[in-house]
């Protein structure tokens, strides 16, 4: 069973960044789509950040230019960069990764922005 680990969320104020990471249990190459997604309160889980099935990356228009998305294949680790943080970034962040027809998903690691 692949396990996606997300960690490096926490309470950051305003204006402040976190790098979060997504340990996943087998090679990330093997996942045709990789990425990060949240979910804040009261409202649907929403894509933020993805690499796509041909390597290029995907960010929601309210991320870009702030967040970046990145990968460390070595380490099987995807990283969502997040800065200039601000009270709307305030979520539960997910990995997810899609391999196939199978959707994995991690457990979510809650961002807090707040003075």
């Known amino acids: 069973q692949v396990q996606l680990v997300e960690s490096g969320g926490g309470l950051v104020q305003p204006g402040g960044s976190l790098r979060l990471s997504c340990v996943a249990s087998?090679?990330?190459?093997?996942?045709?789509?990789m990425g990060w997604y949240r979910r804040a309160p009261g409202k649907e889980r929403d894509l933020v950040a993805i690499?796509?099935?041909?390597?290029?990356?995907n960010y929601v228009d309210s991320v870009r230019g702030q967040f970046t998305i990145s990968r460390e294949n070595a380490k099987n680790t995807v990283y969502l960069q997040m800065n200039n943080l601000v009270p709307e970034d305030t979520a539960n962040y997910y990995c997810?990764?899609?391999?196939?027809?199978?959707?994995?998903w991690g457990q979510g690691t809650q961002v807090t922005v707040s003075a």
């Open positions: 087998e090679t990330i190459s093997s996942f045709h789509q």
């Open positions: 690499f796509t099935r041909a390597g290029s990356t």
């Open positions: 997810r990764g899609l391999r196939g027809a199978r959707d994995y």
